[in-house]
């Protein structure tokens, strides 16, 4: 048995599964001396864990207080008026923390938009009734007034008032006009266009530094063709880290032009934030195929992803996961699906939440980590792999009844299967259709199989939940987001922080990455290879000593609320409004009424979403006297009353208050 009080996940795990200490004493002295400085050379490199910290990053730390107008500004805003923190770095110089940021998506600016042209043709030709700043429910893209208007209100809003923004991608139109063809020239100017905005709008004054932080994450319309996207480093990498140089660490150069993928500090040895390129976990690209192959860019984003993310926790930093196309059935192969699963499960020490667009829907989706880990041992029992001994760890921690639950074969899936071909989820702007139902499946499949509080956890941390946030792009209406975290004690905390400079880090991870590289997968019969070159792209058990972090427990960096923002297009096109964005809900209103976003409150929500229609789904069935026991009864009387307001309102929401859920289209 491994002893409790290890010096680092890497090490327990590789003495429980090293071969030759225990097991093949027999191994011939040649092999052997042909092994240990690879095993040396292997250890030296895992020693980030053991961080030598050095000296504090902050040479000031200091709390400030809001002027009276300050905190009208925030009231006005539906923001908290909570002190701010600024700091001083060698890195950064001034920074100013709030304890809130940002997140845009889906912008889709399209230069062909015309004022008064038709819907019928997408907006760029023929009489019709487009206005200015586009419409809701009208199937085209973002006139380049919206994403200007929409960019200078968060300017005028919020620069003030966020840390960072993080912005997951699709800042191209998309390619739905026979007349006019993307090229690669498009989109490369298009994303450099964005981009300069961004950059020129939330930069200081006076030199090229950031004011507000952004962290960009690639779409799959910001592609050429759309979708596909293959393994760096290509002509698509080396542009993109081009137009984002920007925003990304030079030191991750490396790094990105193999895959697109970069993190980012967004508060010096405390925050990061993780851009992941979700393009290679996209079942929609057909330039990749899963996630458990070598050559495959999946497998070696999860092999990164391994590395920051162990790295961040011996830096005791915690961290957000970012991207564009979310994570589901439907969205990720599944071999990409559940190790980003079990990926969040193990690091729910750390791992704040997930961030991200693509669907032009505002919901949440919780993803259940022992389906993951089900799935997982399923598949390498059929493999016979030698990493079953983890998985069995896991097990005993959760004595679950699955039954056909596992991801990939959940009911959810099949549900979706039946109701929408895969049209659905491939065909890329138009006019949206069947999203109700999308919504109604996500209820039934999703919220109200939610397992209740013996299955979950003691905080939930079965689950962890990915928010998909409403788009700029009028599918429904534009909408953008500020999440505020959890900031009260953060300066006293930072004065005990130490700091590593990154250079090492990322020069150790590119050695690790191209020594994986040699390898191939025929090796894997071989035990002695196999702890070797442990499949990096799976997850240690997170460490016994390891607290539950900020998603399930509040203390800093845990999300408290957000606050939605929605412009009103009727409103505005009809002149009876001017261009703005104004709340549309934040998650303390009353029929949301969450007192803090950790992944527990979110599934208490979440079942409250699934309680009625859990119960108008047996009745549909007929009076099934087993079923109804086991299920309970449909909610009534005022209770009852309260939880269908409750999926209205959040219906409402999901459609950004475009009416579309009474539209008919849905
Ligand atoms: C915020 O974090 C501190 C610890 O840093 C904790 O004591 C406090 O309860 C948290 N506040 C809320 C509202 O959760």
Not at 27 to 40: G, H, R
Not at 175 to 201: A, C, G, W
Not at 302 to 330: D, I, Q, S
Request: glycine letters at 6%.
């Amino acid at each position: 048995m491994i002893p409790p009080n290890e010096k680092s996940d890497y090490e327990s795990h590789s003495r429980r599964l090293n071969p030759w200490a225990w097991k093949n004493a027999s191994l011939s002295l040649l092999t052997l001396l042909l092994l240990v400085p690879i095993y040396q050379y292997l250890n030296t490199n895992s020693s980030t864990n053991e961080l030598v910290a050095t000296t504090s990053p902050y040479s000031s730390i200091e709390t400030i207080e809001l002027t009276s107008s300050e905190k009208d500004d925030l009231k006005r805003l539906g923001l908290t008026p909570k002190k701010p923190i600024k700091i001083v770095t060698d890195e950064k110089g001034n920074q100013i923390v709030h304890g809130r940021f940002l997140h845009i998506t889906d912008i889709h600016p399209d230069p062909y938009f015309k004022e008064g042209s038709s819907f019928d043709e997408l907006c760029h030709r023929s009489k019709g009734n487009a206005h200015k700043y586009g419409d809701a429910i009208s199937g085209c893209d973002a006139p380049m007034a919206l994403m200007e208007e929409t960019i200078k209100w968060v300017e005028t809003n919020l620069k003030n008032k966020i840390d960072f923004i993080v912005w997951t991608g699709d800042n191209v139109r998309h390619d739905n006009d026979r007349n006019y063809p993307r090229t690669e020239q498009n989109i490369f100017e298009m994303n450099e266009h964005v981009s300069k905005l961004m950059f020129e709008t939330f930069k200081k004054k006076d030199t090229p530094e950031l004011e507000v932080d952004l962290i960009p994450s690639l779409g799959n319309n910001d592609v050429y063709p759309h979708n596909l996207f293959s393994i760096g480093p290509t002509l698509q990498t080396r542009e993109l880290f081009q137009i984002w140089q920007r925003f990304i660490p030079q030191s991750q150069l490396h790094t990105f032009n193999r895959g697109a993928y970069f993190f980012k500090e967004v508060i010096p040895g405390q925050l990061a934030i993780l851009s992941i390129n979700t393009l290679y976990l996209f079942q929609s690209n057909p330039l990749v195929d899963n996630c458990d192959k070598r050559k495959q860019p999946g497998y070696k984003l999860f092999e990164w992803l391994g590395y920051v993310l162990k790295e961040l926790r011996a830096r005791k930093m915690k961290v957000w996961l970012t991207g564009h196309v979310p994570p589901n059935e439907k969205n990720y192969d599944l071999t990409c699906l559940r190790k980003y699963i079990v990926w969040i499960y193990e690091f729910r020490d750390i791992i704040v939440g997930g961030l991200y667009g693509h669907m032009n829907l505002d919901h949440f989706i919780p993803l259940d980590s022992v389906a993951a880990y089900k799935s997982i041992k399923d598949s390498q029992k059929k493999q016979k792999s030698k990493q079953l001994e983890m998985f069995e760890v896991f097990n005993q921690e959760y004595n679950d009844d699955l039954g056909t639950d596992a991801l990939g074969e959940t009911t959810f899936y099949q549900a979706l299967d039946a109701k929408f071909d895969d049209s659905f989820f491939r065909i890329q702007g138009g006019v949206p259709a069947n999203k109700v139902a999308y919504m109604e499946t996500v209820r039934e499949e999703v919220y109200a199989k939610i397992k209740g509080k013996k299955k979950q956890g003691d905080h939930g941390e079965r689950y962890s939940i990915s928010h998909v946030g409403s788009s700029v792009v009028p599918t429904f209406n534009p909408g953008l987001r500020v999440w505020e975290y959890n900031i009260t004690n953060l300066a006293n905390e930072m004065t005990n922080v130490k700091f590593e400079p990154w250079g090492r880090f990322f020069s150790e991870v590119e050695a690790l990455i191209e020594k994986q590289d040699t390898y191939t997968d025929d090796f894997e019969e071989s035990s002695v290879w196999s702890f070797i070159k442990r499949d990096k792209t799976f997850p240690l058990p997170k460490p016994k000593g390891a607290k539950l972090g900020p998603a399930y427990i509040p203390q800093t960096y845990t999300p408290e609320r957000y606050v939605q923002y929605y412009a009103d297009l009727a409103s505005i096109n009809k002149g009876k409004k001017e261009f703005d964005y104004e709340i549309e809900y934040s998650t303390d209103d009353s029929l949301y009424n969450l007192p803090v976003l950790t992944v527990e409150e979110w599934l208490k929500y979440a079942r409250k979403l699934g309680k009625p229609a859990k119960a108008n789904s047996i009745n549909a069935e007929g009076k099934n006297k087993h079923k109804k026991k086991k299920h309970g009864k449909a909610e009534k009387g005022k209770n009852g009353k309260k939880l269908q307001e409750m999926w209205a309102e959040y219906l409402k929401n999901t459609f950004v208050s475009s009416n579309y859920e009474n539209s008919g289209l849905g």
